[in-house]
Nanobody, 115 residues
Framework: QVQLVESGGGLVQPGGSLRLSCAASGSIFSDSVMGWHRQAPGKQRELVTTITSGGSTHYADSAKGRFTISRDNNEDTLYLQMNSLKPEDTAVYYC?????????WGKGTLVTVSS
């Protein structure tokens, strides 16, 4: 019912920036929470940040001060601006949407931070 497609990942040097996008399509309710999670090699998937349809945000400690989540409700698109990237930010980044029907996930986009 909801499809999520991430884009914007790639290779970046430490200290650099990337902007991830997540395009949502299908039957999308206005009262949803969207977010970004990530999974590093050999580690469990972890929450990075979330945003409600009203714009309230939550960040993991690792993302505070460096990452900014935003959403365009008219375009059904979620963004993640990542600055001051560190090698430990290397992971597959997943977009998700949670509403009254359940939780939906994208297939992820790989971010590699390396010199």
């Amino acid at each position: 019912q909801v499809q999520l497609v991430e884009s914007g990942g790639g290779l970046v040097q430490p200290g650099g920036s990337l902007r991830l996008s997540c395009a949502a399509s299908g039957s999308i309710f206005s009262d949803s929470v969207m977010g970004w999670h990530r999974q590093a090699p050999g580690k469990q998937r972890e929450l990075v940040t979330t945003i409600t349809s009203g714009g309230s945000t939550h960040y993991a400690d690792s993302a505070k001060g460096r990452f900014t989540i935003s959403r365009d409700n008219n375009e059904d698109t979620l963004y993640l601006q990542m600055n001051s990237l560190k090698p430990e930010d290397t992971a597959v980044y997943y977009c998700n949407l949670k509403d009254r029907r359940g939780t939906y996930w994208g297939k992820g986009t790989l971010v590699t931070v390396s010199s």
